[in-house]
């Protein structure tokens, strides 16, 4: 035997060893979730409650509790607590939960009480499927991910993770009562692993208390009719919730309804701050779309952009996950600088197989100045073309009775 073959043989076996010794894969039928209102503790820790874990954080900021003060049932309820918005990170509870074939093709349902005191910012609910082989083995043999990793014989440019499915519910009210809360994701074939999460993103505290997560046989995709916009709160008028905000945990980087700055109606979303960081990523405004009906169709995505002394770019891009890879193609027109309220549409197929669609409007941070975001929208074009992806036309489609005129290439004048 190759002398070269011999520790890839042994990492596979020790892989199938640890699988056939270690827990038994969760069950497709009752509570998925160990411990799942609070109520036993960790042996050897004061607090902390058996089968959850939290995000790591260096943060001083962030607390995390579990105590018999407030509670929706039983003895316990956990909390998340966090009194500075200076870096921008996302503090929760979680658990995890490694599944096999057995879970595929069906519904997950993650079910949560949750109860929101002085919020400044975003509580949330959480539900991710992954096909994760890394950290299900880290699970598994009770060990870090970098440990992990080196174990089956990877590197963190090599790690074959895939992203596959996610449904998240923001509620952004300062103060609440107990009020159930609950998000549903399709569960595609090849995932290992799955993660339920609930948070907070801003100040304030949230309360958690009695979560279920359960497997259901699937409900068939919501209808797509052709022409009907997918995006909720397109432009902004709401709190904000439907949105997924991304911001990269940098100094002061900011996201904000802004009510004087608009491309139409009463609000546009505003990104400043964050002018330093370690590397260039992306920042910006995105909805999720879970309907795997979209596979095979051609979609539209356009919004409205306008730059403030950005010293960096600005553009949208659409991302398809399917089991092999996340397909996306380049982004259309990209602006910067100071430039005025400017209109990009990009048009692809959703290649077959696909399980959700995700619509960014976005830029690469850090950077100094602002980015206004408004106006967005995803709709479904028809059939697939199998055609190239197309970019933003000469002029933006205006509709009947409109008092906007239009301006120069890809503007408009409100």
């Not at 995890?96 to 509580?123: A, C, F």
């Not at 009906?293 to 659409?318: E, H, N, P």
């Amino acid at each position: 035997m190759s002398h070269r073959l011999a520790p890839r043989i042994a990492l596979a076996l020790g892989a199938l060893i640890a699988c056939l010794a270690g827990p038994a894969l969760a069950a497709p039928t009752g509570n998925l979730l160990a411990n799942p209102g609070f109520e036993e503790g960790m042996a050897g820790h004061p607090w902390m409650p058996a089968g959850w874990d939290t995000s790591a954080s260096e943060d001083p900021t962030a607390f995390f509790g579990r105590d018999t003060t407030v509670v929706h049932g039983g003895r316990y309820a956990v909390s998340v607590a966090n009194v500075s918005s200076l870096v921008p990170r996302w503090h929760n509870w979680s658990q995890g939960i490694v599944v096999g074939p057995e879970m595929w093709n069906k519904d997950v349902v993650l079910s949560v009480w949750t109860r929101n005191n002085g919020v400044q910012g975003r509580g949330y609910v959480l539900l991710q499927a992954y096909r994760d082989s890394v950290g299900k083995m880290m699970r598994l043999w009770k060990v870090s991910r970098d440990t992990a990793l080196v174990r089956l014989g990877y590197q963190m440019t090599t790690d074959p993770f895939a992203y596959l499915g996610a449904k998240r519910e923001y509620f952004s009210d300062t103060e609440t009562d107990w009020v159930h809360r609950q998000v549903r994701v399709f569960i595609p074939p090849s995932t290992d692993l799955i993660i339920a999460r609930c948070g907070l993103f801003g100040t304030g505290q949230v309360q958690i208390d009695d979560v279920s997560l359960t497997a259901e046989p699937a409900l068939p995709p919501p209808a797509l009719p052709v022409g009907v916009n997918l995006l909720q709160d397109p432009g902004f008028e709401g709190n904000g919730d439907a949105w997924e905000y991304s911001l990269p945990p940098y100094d002061e980087m900011r996201c904000d309804r802004d009510t004087t700055v608009v491309h139409s109606g009463k609000a546009s979303l505003r990104f400043t701050g964050g002018m330093i960081g370690m590397v260039k990523t992306r920042a910006g405004v995105a909805q999720v779309i879970g309907n795997r009906g979209l596979a095979g169709k051609r979609v539209r995505l356009s919004g409205w952009i306008k730059c403030d002394s950005l010293l960096s770019m600005a553009y949208i891009k659409l991302y398809c996950t399917t089991l092999e890879r996340d397909e996306n193609v380049g982004a259309p027109q990209q602006i910067g600088n100071t430039t005025p309220w400017t209109w990009m549409q990009l048009e692809m197929d959703v290649p077959k197989g696909a399980y959700q669609v995700w619509a960014w409007l976005l830029y690469n941070a850090p950077s100094e100045g602002r980015v206004y975001f408004d106006d967005a929208s995803l709709e479904v074009v028809g059939p697939a073309l199998g055609s190239p992806p197309t970019g933003t036309p000469a002029t933006p489609p205006v509709k009947p009775g409109s008092a906007r005129k239009p301006g120069p290439k890809g503007t408009a004048t409100p």
